[in-house]
T-cell receptor, first 114, second 118 residues
Framework: AQSVAQPEDQVNVAEGNPLTVKCTYS??????LFWYVQYPNRGLQFLLKYITGDNLVKGSYGFEAEFNKSQTSFHLKKPSALVSDSALYFC????????????FGSGTRLQVQP | GAVVSQHPSRVICKSGTSVKIECRSL??????MFWYRQFPKQSLMLMAT?????????EQGVEKDKFLINHASLTLSTLTVTSAHPEDSSFYICSARDPKKSTNTEAFFGQGTRLTVV
């Protein structure tokens, strides 16, 4: 079975400061890892993914994430937070077959203060 | 990129009535679509996997007679909440992935449907 853990319900950061949203995963075989963002009453928007290759992946809106196999982590990062980054962030995993649905973490609410 | 469209975005219905939610893939043919339910301030929980031309696969604890899924074409899956009750009020989201693309491509999500049963 595959699972994702997002240990922080909420992350608060001041505008302009770096942000990190944590994610750890468990999956059989090679993990396909994703980050999505959700704004109120909206669907999920894709931010970035790790499939293979460089451990540091860059995505939309200046976000990046670092895949760490030994720690089974895939933390989301951004060097300088914006107030508009305030939203709900979900980490997700699926196996490499692609036949199964994504398994989501519990979500982390990011609050960026001006 | 691929687009998934969900309709309606918001619906209010009376207890005991049925509500249909549509999920369409606009620029690809989706043999498989996924339906999720999201409770307030919680994560997305997979309800069922919708398979074109065959029966849906429901997750444990999801009532198949209450949440009817029909995937009649390669671009449309519908979720019907039958005999709705207030506890069915939730945010429902569908997703699909283009099967013709590599397995490493991301899934695309509909805009979600906020269902309120009064």
């Amino acid at each position: 079975a595959q699972s994702v853990a997002q240990p922080e319900d909420q992350v608060n950061v001041a505008e302009g400061n770096p942000l990190t949203v944590k994610c750890t995963y468990s999956v059989s075989g090679n993990p396909y890892l994703f980050w999505y963002v959700q704004y109120p009453n909206r669907g999920l928007q894709f931010l970035l993914k790790y499939i293979t290759g460089d451990n540091l992946v860059k995505g939309s809106y200046g976000f990046e994430a670092e895949f760490n196999k030994s720690q089974t982590s895939f933390h989301l990062k951004k060097p300088s937070a914006l107030v508009s980054d305030s939203a709900l962030y979900f980490c997700a995993v699926r196996d490499e077959t692609g036949r199964r649905a994504l398994t989501f973490g519990s979500g982390t609410r990011l609050q960026v203060q001006p | 990129g691929a687009v998934v469209s969900q309709h309606p975005s918001r619906v209010i219905c009376k207890s005991g009535t049925s509500v249909k939610i549509e999920c369409r893939s606009l620029d690809f043919q989706a043999t498989t679509m996924f339906w999720y339910r999201q409770f307030p301030k919680q994560s997305l929980m997979l309800m069922a996997t919708s398979n074109e031309g065959s029966k849906a696969t429901y997750e444990q604890g999801v009532e198949k007679d209450k949440f009817l899924i029909n995937h009649a074409s390669l671009t449309l899956s519908t979720l019907t909440v039958t005999s709705a009750h207030p506890e069915d009020s939730s945010f429902y989201i569908c997703s699909a992935r283009d099967p013709k693309k590599s397995t490493n491509t991301e899934a695309f999500f509909g805009q979600g449907t906020r269902l309120t049963v009064v």
